[in-house]
């Protein structure tokens, strides 16, 4: 969208009859992300209320009427997001576990440290993660939220299991449970001072050295 100075005619112009420039139309699928990119980036502002529709729509200089072609409801563009947030860091688990094999303590290293980036890198996202963004919203929301971190707890323990088997431990299911939990107990605390501080605390602070104590 152009910005005041540059819709004003310049003395080149003053004798041309002014052409309105064409609207270029979004490509299927295209207006669905940019959406998403700023439901996302308007939740990355510090202390934001619950976002509406309205100023969303605004933001993206269309009607309200135009979201709505595009998600059913604004619970329907969370999910789009918890999508995006569930296939990046899972896909990246599993390069993790493919690339590694063999190490399952640094596996476990690994899949923390990818949580703690890709929160850094996507501060928005974060308050989906811990729910501060979804306080509001249908409940579902948080439900899935919570399986993600269910989902996360289980990769970890299954990293752990392994390394407790191959430390020949005398209960390996029992402590890799244990680690698991606490590990991602500790994610979730790290990922709520960030949200909470205004992304001021990052959740990568000495995080190999806490990881050392916990490993």
Known sequence: MPDAESSLPSDNDAQAPAVAPARKRPKPGERRVQILQALATMLEQPGAER?????????LSVSEAALYRHFASKA???EGLIDFIEETVFSLINQIQSRQPGDALRQT????????????RNPG????MVGDALVFEHERLQQRMNQFF?????????CLREAMEAADTATPTVDAQVR?????????GRLQRFARSGYRKSPSEHLDACLARML
């Open 51 to 59: 976002i509406t529709t309205a100023a969303l729509a605004a933001k």
């Open 76 to 78: 329907q563009m969370f």
């Open 109 to 120: 290293a690994g899949i923390v440290s990818v949580v703690v980036q890709f929160a850094e």
């Open 125 to 128: 996202m974060t308050r989906v």
């Open 150 to 158: 269910d989902k996360l707890e289980a990769a970890l323990r299954q």
């Open 180 to 188: 698991a939990s606490l590990l991602t107990a500790f994610l979730l």
